[in-house]
């Protein structure tokens, strides 16, 4: 999978699910959690989807608003284990 | 010292006989637990060692008897040392969430300064990074760990001498959890938290081999006494780990769990949904959670989904439906009001919900009934503790019948702190604000009386809220709506917002959304689930000319259904 259908699948999952507002223009570097569209339960969610979507567990210690902030931050975790 | 039961009530004077500073041995007083440390035991004796250090640290700082100490410190081993510690001299503790990253530091000081200057706080304990920031803000002295550690005597204070309260003196402060501005202080008594530890461990069977594993906030009711008072003073091994651990890893809660054979652990309602939905399947594999005698569901309304959900994904890991057990608590009450029994399946009362809405009755109905609405029941009310249901004009109505849920017991607040102005007593009955009924003695809870949020077992007022929205630039002013919508998805009710705007630019409707989610989330504990623009005239108004939360709340229901 290339980082453009990783980036797009995020980028419709956290408008859907996480921020609850598919009409939202999402852009790649504004702060999701810092920035209130979602809290810091949807970091648990986001790893569940991540596993389920991509095959790719991103460990606890990863979880966390200064590593996940961002969907350029995401997805460049997700980018790094993808087989 | 026999633990406190009802039985032994006479035996304990204070919380200072708690069995972990009273009883110095080996055993494990507190486990700490964190992602990827290793634990860290202490013991009874480590424990009574470090509660009077920070105390003779204190001392040191001039805090005596009765000064107000704040705790507005990150959940770890050195803001548990200092409320003990406190307690110790005498001094009444307060436990306060400390500043996040997403919280605005101006907004979080703000509020800090009014409850100094109104309840005449004597110090405020804090972490190093903020405590020059905040005591630059506030009124009275901070201090940061440092230099707390660096008036800390080097070894164990042997012949320090505690300050000997007496039983009814103000033992602590427990702030409700509101979203922003000032809280009340409800303030407890040494008498009223041991007569609710007594009766609440006697309505738990509570056993010396029981362990408590707790993820929750020490500034809130529910972790300050069943997930940390409690197991110190009846000497039951607390396995404890941050909220902010938890709420990003929820498999924590299991792996200590399994690694320290917990029996008891209080949850909100909405946990049980982020386990069982956000729990990865590798995170649990092989453990074990059959040492558990009881998840407890209390502080937020509890949906019998939510229970199935929990049920049907960790079955395999040997939960069971008798575990699930549900208490109605609240801080005025020290916490429990009610409690089912352990071990037993939790009782459900099937009912018409159009007549519970509508005639405000509980009618009995089948499982096929059109209308079937199915209630969990909260349980008995525990020893010492009465409860009854009040109609509008204070009178009380029979069992079945819907009104406002009042309590009266002997472990009940003193009074809220320095608001003599407040008193929370009508006929020696509290009015909790709670609806709901009572059936077979069992007490059923269905919502708050007025337009209060409870949204992952934090109370969230729509006014702050609203008021918050109100500042955003583009928003008209006076014409934001916020109300609860229940989700089965989550567990809990989630918050959504309307406001009225002028403009139709999709650009400039993002910058708004932006800057009311922004302005929320700094601005409070709670995160907005949905935003929604509107244009002028959307909002529905009352005779009055005031803005209408539950009939706005439906048309907006109806927008998003249609």
Redesign the interface.
């Given at each position: 999978m290339d980082e453009t259908t990783v980036r797009e699948k995020m980028r419709e999952f956290i408008k859907r699910e996480l921020i609850r507002d598919e009409s939202y223009d999402l852009t790649d570097d504004e702060g999701i959690i810092t920035g209130g569209l979602m809290d810091s339960f949807a970091l648990a969610e986001l790893a569940v989807f991540v596993e389920e979507a991509f095959g790719v567990y991103i460990p606890d210690p990863d979880l966390t608003v200064a590593k996940m902030d961002t969907l350029n931050q995401m997805v460049a975790r997700v980018m790094r284990d993808l087989q | 010292m026999p633990m406190l039961k009802l039985a032994t009530r006479t035996a304990y004077q204070t919380l200072l006989d708690a069995a972990a500073l009273q009883q110095a041995d080996e055993r494990a007083a507190i486990i700490y637990v964190e992602?990827?440390q290793p634990d860290t035991v202490i013991t009874r004796a480590d424990f009574r060692r470090e509660v009077r250090r920070y105390a003779a640290a204190l001392k040191h700082l001039g805090v005596k008897p009765r000064d107000l100490i704040i705790v507005a410190h990150v959940q770890n081993l050195e803001s548990i040392y200092l409320f003990w510690g406190a307690m110790l001299v005498g001094a009444i503790p307060s436990m306060f969430p400390t500043l996040t990253?997403?919280l605005d530091p101006q907004i979080y000081m703000r509020n800090m300064g009014e409850l100094v200057r109104l309840s005449g706080v004597r110090a405020v304990l804090t972490t190093d990074d903020f405590a020059p920031t905040l005591g630059a803000a506030v009124d009275c002295p901070v201090y940061g760990s440092n230099h707390l550690r660096g008036l800390i005597p080097a070894e164990d204070v042997a012949n320090f001498e505690p300050h000997a309260p007496a039983a009814e003196e103000i033992a602590f402060l427990q702030h409700s959890s509101g979203t922003t501005g000032l809280q009340k202080g409800v303030a407890l008594s040494h008498q009223a938290v041991l007569n609710q530890i007594a009766s609440y461990s006697d309505a738990l069977a509570l056993q010396a081999d029981d362990v408590v594993v707790s993820w929750l906030p020490l500034y809130h009711d529910m972790g300050l006494i069943a997930g940390f008072l409690m197991p110190l003073i009846q000497g039951v091994p607390l396995v404890l780990m941050s909220p902010?651990d938890w709420?990003?890893?929820?498999s924590?809660l299991f792996r200590a769990i399994h690694a320290h054979k917990g029996t008891l652990c209080w949850l909100p309602n909405f946990a049980y949904n982020?386990c069982a939905?956000?729990?990865?399947s590798?995170?649990i594999e092989g453990l074990s959670l059959a040492s558990m005698r009881a998840f407890i569901n209390c502080s937020e309304p509890v949906r019998h989904d939510s229970h199935q959900l929990f049920l049907a994904r960790f079955a395999s890991l040997g939960v069971c439906e008798e575990m699930l057990a549900v208490s109605y608590a609240m801080a005025e009450n020290t916490f429990a009001v009610t409690q089912t029994p352990l071990g037993q399946s939790v009782r459900r009362d099937i009912v018409d919900g159009l007549a519970l809405d509508e005639a405000r009755r509980a009618v009995p109905a089948t499982p096929d009934h059109p209308h079937a609405r199915v209630m969990v029941s909260c349980g008995l009310p525990i020893p010492h503790t009465e409860v009854r249901v009040a109609a509008e004009d204070g009178t009380f109505l029979d069992e079945r019948h819907v009104g406002e849920l009042v309590i009266r017991s002997d472990c009940m607040l003193s009074g809220y702190y320095k608001r003599p102005d407040l008193d929370p007593f009508r006929d020696g009955w509290y009015f909790t604000g709670d609806m709901g009924y009572i059936a077979d003695g069992e007490v059923y809870v269905i919502g708050r009386k007025k337009d209060l949020i409870i949204n992952?077992g934090k109370n969230v007022y729509p006014q702050d809220i609203e008021a918050i929205i109100n500042t955003v630039d583009g928003v008209h002013p006076g014409r934001a709506v916020v109300f609860g919508v229940p989700d089965e998805r989550e567990g809990t009710e989630l918050i959504a917002a309307v406001a009225e705007v002028d403009t139709d630019d999709?650009a400039e409707h993002?910058r708004i959304?932006?800057a009311i989610?922004?302005?929320?989330?700094?601005q409070t504990t709670?995160?907005?689930?949905?935003?929604h623009l509107v244009g002028e005239k959307w909002l529905i108004k009352t005779s009055s000319g005031k803005i209408s939360r539950a009939a706005n709340r439906q048309k907006w229901l109806q927008e998003r259904g249609g």
């Open positions: - | 992602t990827d990253e997403k902010f709420v990003r890893r929820p924590l982020h939905r956000r729990v990865r590798r995170d992952a999709p993002k959304i932006q989610r922004q302005a929320v989330a700094s709670v995160t907005l689930n949905y935003v």
